[in-house]
């Protein structure tokens, strides 16, 4: 393809450096950890095929972060504040149902030690069984504190080294049967991640590399942040990480295997690192998957394996509602826009775009 056709408008084409502008903050150590948390936590799709539409994907950097949505109960503030959190990641999906929906939300929270951890447990078990006084028996995890109200859903909390784990799940209706294997199995699985992902200590999260092989740079970057934001979805993530801002994760999930998909890394732009260029194909037909509603839309001029879609519902983390995914190697990038007041497509959509694909062939 002769690159020169494509429209970039005001993006640049070439990869730019994903790094802290000056010496780290603790702010940036926060979100650093807090983002690379999300790796740890589990997949709805593992517990319940049912919950699949993504409600919130949230990382904290400070004790007043849970509250400001607010993601976690207010009770748990003296808890999360009295015993100093450090970091933590937050995800939430439901079946999509708006009246009664079935829920599934796992929280982890980073503390600085693991009594300070335990002890947070402790407390908010305590404010968790003043309205929820029945106990759930989490088989073969006496640790666990878990209470529920009614049966219709349930909370468990239980420490892992520094780490606090808060999980609910939720039904439509009281089931005691299907809320205590339904919570059993979500526990299991999360301890069972938190076993096999090992926490980087606090004085070494600096020393993992914020673009691991490059990823980062291969993605589009954003207008304002060229470089590194504590604030923005921005960071490296491992295929169980990036699961969560997907649409429907059942079969992102087996997309990632069927494609080998390893690395993905989030800018303005995403990019994934499949195994070859199949790969690569088999990913982009997986992301640009209709939902209900959802539309095709053209690709950009002079990209014609591009794939675009216009989202009937605004994707919920960024807000937008117009993505277009394209190939070039092994790799595909997604970038984002969002749609004009009558429908339209922004323009922005294809530059972007244009701009990503020509970034990926510059860094070839």
């Known amino acids: 393809m002769d690159l020169s056709k494509l ?8 990869p730019t450096r994903y790094e802290l502008d000056t010496i780290a ?13 999300l790796d740890r936590v589990i997949s709805s799709a593992d517990v319940d095929s049912e919950i699949d539409e993504l409600a919130a994907v949230e990382t904290y950097i400070d004790p007043a972060g849970p509250f400001a949505t607010p993601a976690l109960p207010e009770d748990f503030r003296p808890a999360i504040v009295d015993n100093k959190l450090l970091a933590g990641a937050y995800v939430a999906r439901t079946d999509g149902d708006p009246r009664s929906p079935r829920r599934l939300i796992i929280s982890i ?33 006496p640790e666990v504190f878990a209470f529920t109200k009614d049966w ?44 096999h992902s090992p926490p980087t ?43 969560h801002y997907e649409r429907n994760p059942a079969q992102m999930s087996k997309a ?11 800018r303005a732009g995403i990019v994934y ?29 002079y990209i014609a394996d591009a794939r675009c879609i216009r989202l009937y519902e605004s994707d919920p ?15 595909v990038g997604v970038v984002f826009a969002t749609s004009g007041v009558t429908g339209s497509i922004n323009p922005e959509l294809y530059e972007r775009a244009a701009a990503q694909y020509t970034l990926l062939e510059n860094d070839r």
Request: net charge neutral; glycine share 8%; proline share 8%.
């Open 201 to 243: 200590p606090w004085e070494e999260v600096l020393d993992v590399p914020l673009d691991p092989d490059g990823i980062m740079r291969r993605a589009l970057p954003s207008d304002r942040w060229h470089r590194y934001s504590p604030e923005l979805d921005f960071g490296a993530h491992t295929p169980e990480g990036q699961l």
């Open 152 to 195: 219709t859903a349930a909370t468990a909390l239980a420490a892992r080294g520094a780490y606090t784990l808060i999980l609910n799940y939720g039904l439509e209706s009281p089931d005691e049967n299907r809320v205590s294997a339904g919570l059993t199995t979500a526990v299991g699985l999360q301890l069972a991640r938190m076993q």
């Open 7 to 14: 429209s970039l408008g005001r993006y640049s084409p070439e």
């Open 256 to 266: 990632f295997r069927d494609s080998g998909t390893d690395l993905i890394g989030r």
């Open 317 to 331: 983390v960024r807000k937008t509602n117009l993505m277009c995914a394209v190939v070039r190697g092994r790799f």
């Open 109 to 141: 929270l980073r503390f600085p030690n693991n009594g300070a951890a335990q002890a947070a447990v402790d407390q908010m078990a305590a404010k968790v069984r003043e309205t929820s006084p029945l106990s759930v028996e989490i088989g073969g995890q």
């Open 25 to 37: 903050k603790p702010v940036d150590v926060r979100a650093i950890e807090a983002k690379r948390m």
């Open 273 to 301: 690192r499949t195994r070859d260029l199949e790969g690569a194909f088999t990913l982009q037909n997986a992301l640009a998957t209709l939902g209900k509603r959802d539309e095709s839309i053209p690709p950009p001029p």
